[in-house]
């Protein structure tokens, strides 16, 4: 009898160290330090520099088709896309597309640091592009 109490003991105590060392575990790799920017880096920009501002046709004359309404983000924290509002009048019958961030050139206003946005793209091709529909349900995940 004195050699089975040993052994129940033992059977017993292996899961407790094995689930105290986990936790400590689990503990370490998510307690993670936070890091803070000062100012802006190089080479970087805000989403503001981009949302509301015109996108022009490089085919059409560098034309005001559209404004960016919306960034499209991935996981990961890359621009997958800006949401682009166009036709209509006054803001009555826009409707977004969505353009793929790489579709995009990007080139800074040396007057006075603004970003001008071109693509290559007609009025007429993004008014006749499908309009890009928002998920909500995404945004509650």
């Known amino acids: 009898m004195k050699t089975i109490k040993p052994a129940i003991l033992?059977?017993?105590m292996v899961p407790a160290f094995m689930?105290?060392?986990g936790s400590v575990n689990a503990e370490e790799s998510t307690t993670m330090e936070a890091t803070y920017l000062t100012e802006t880096p190089e080479n970087t920009f805000h989403?503001?520099?981009l949302t509301g501002n015109q996108v022009k046709s490089s085919v059409e004359d560098d034309e005001d088709i559209g404004t960016i309404t919306d960034l499209v983000i991935g996981e990961?924290?890359?621009i997958n896309a800006v949401v682009v509002g166009v036709g209509g009048f006054l803001g009555m019958g826009e409707k977004n597309v969505a353009i793929e961030w790489d579709s995009l050139?990007?080139?800074k206003n040396e007057d006075d640091d603004d970003y001008v946005i071109t693509v290559n793209a007609s009025e007429d091709a993004l008014e006749a592009a499908e309009e890009y529909n928002r998920n909500e349900d995404e945004d509650n995940k």
């Open 10 to 12: 033992g059977t017993l």
């Open 19 to 21: 689930f105290a060392a």
């Open 47 to 49: 989403a503001d520099a």
């Open 76 to 78: 990961d924290g890359q």
């Open 105 to 107: 050139e990007l080139t």
